[in-house]
């Protein structure tokens, strides 16, 4: 069975993402959650105006937001963390 290039990176990326995921990478991860907190301790403790209250719901949707918007950033660092891992990062913000 032969592979393409395109093929053996993929397998690649695939399989260092997952080891990636299973051991980590204990600075970034110290970074990441580190960063993550304070994301989430910022948006937690910011004032809210009276007159964008309704914008944002009850307190506890408000945090359920915030914890879920944390975890979104988090899984997308990771990701691209792993793409960048496994060398396949393309320039897409130029």
Do not use: C, W
Not at 12 to 31: C, F, M, N, S, T
Not at 44 to 57: E, F, Y
Request: avoid cysteine; glycine fraction near 6%; proline fraction near 3%.
């Amino acid at each position: 069975m032969k592979l393409t290039k395109r093929q053996l990176r993929k397998i690649i990326k695939e399989k260092y993402a997952r080891v990636l995921k299973e051991a980590g990478d204990p600075i970034a991860d110290e970074l990441l959650g580190d960063f993550i907190l304070s994301l989430q301790d910022a948006l937690l403790s910011q004032k809210v105006d009276p007159a964008d209250a309704h914008r944002l719901g009850s307190p506890e949707e408000y945090e359920n937001s915030v914890y879920k918007v944390a975890e979104d950033v988090e899984d997308f660092v990771r990701k691209r963390l792993g793409d960048l891992y496994a060398g396949d990062v393309r320039e897409e913000i130029r």
